[in-house]
């Protein structure tokens, strides 16, 4: 994905490693640093490739996905608010269709920081009733870190749903989760499970007491990918298994063999914004060989 996004011609050269393309209908903000390749669609603010240099892709963008405006984008990390999955519509809330605007950027030899914005509008207030300041911050080098802050008065749920690519879905497990949650594919159901997460078929899970760290061990790509949680009240672990991948139409039939969702979420109940503290949702990855 990043060397298709690479190859884009370059529509605004902002700085010396940042630079403004466009995929399909969407404007995207490409990062070639020394330390690291990255991009974010404006639509959404959505984090579409992370790559430190000399390693494997960290996320998945599926082949098949749209790049059109007000469609979701599937793979990277949409930013799931005010809501999380059908609590409204659209699906997963609003801010990952709606453009956002680059605010502010910085470069240093470590990497960049790239931050969006996106504020409330007469679209917004249609959809739900509250003067919002939403920021995406990303410090993009070795190591990815995320925050997402709303600022306004009002409760809100919200996810960085990401999608990580991985060696093959049968491999890998997942360390760190807790034993407690709550099965979507079993009617919503509260669980309880013991050891590593690994999977067998299709997977939903909103974890409501997971560690602070979860880890994706990862034997085909030799890696482990180190997710740490911040502010957060859930993880949300998802795999669509081969059956659901195959009624989707912006996934390859095959696609959920390379790709596992590790959601860093405040989904069981909201995040309280006000004025003078504004909420915030943040997570950090890195890699262990």
């Known amino acids: 994905m990043i060397e298709q996004l690479l190859s884009l011609p370059v529509v605004n050269q902002i700085s010396t490693t940042i630079s403004q393309r466009q995929i399909d209908e969407l404007p995207v903000i ?74 502010e950027h910085q470069e ?23 003067d919002f300041t939403l920021t995406a911050r990303f410090t993009l080098g070795e190591t990815c870190h995320i925050e997402l802050e709303s600022t306004g008065d009002f409760e809100a749920n919200s996810a960085l ?12 497990s997942i360390k760190g989760l807790g034993n407690s949650f709550i099965d979507k594919v079993d009617g919503a159901k509260a669980k309880q499970e013991e050891g590593d997460l690994t999977f067998t078929g299709q997977t939903d899970r909103i974890y409501t007491q997971p ?61 309280v914004s006000t004025h003078a503290a504004p909420a915030r949702l943040a997570v950090t990855f890195s890699l262990r060989k």
């Open 30 to 103: 490409v990062v070639a640093h020394p330390k690291v390749h990255a991009a974010v669609a404006l639509q959404g603010a959505h984090l579409l490739a992370w790559q430190p240099e000399g390693e494997e892709p960290v996320l998945w963008m599926s082949s098949a996905s749209a790049f059109k405006e007000g469609v979701a984008i599937r793979g990277g990390i949409p930013i799931c608010w005010p809501w999380f999955g059908p609590a409204g519509k659209p699906s997963h809330g609003f801010a990952r269709n709606m453009p956002w605007t680059l605010t």
């Open 108 to 130: 240093t030899q470590q990497g960049v920081v790239l931050t969006l914005t996106l504020k409330s509008c007469e679209k917004t207030r249609e959809l739900w009733p509250h």
């Open 161 to 172: 749903h990401t999608y990580f690519n991985i060696g093959d879905i049968a491999g890998v």
């Open 211 to 271: 560690q602070a760290t979860s880890e994706i061990v990862d034997p085909v790509l030799k890696r482990t990918l180190v997710i740490a949680h911040e502010n957060n009240s859930d993880v949300v672990a998802w795999n669509p298994g081969s059956v659901f991948s195959v009624s989707m139409a912006d996934m390859p039939d095959d696609g959920y063999k390379t790709m596992v969702c590790v959601e860093t979420a405040q989904v069981s109940h909201p995040h």
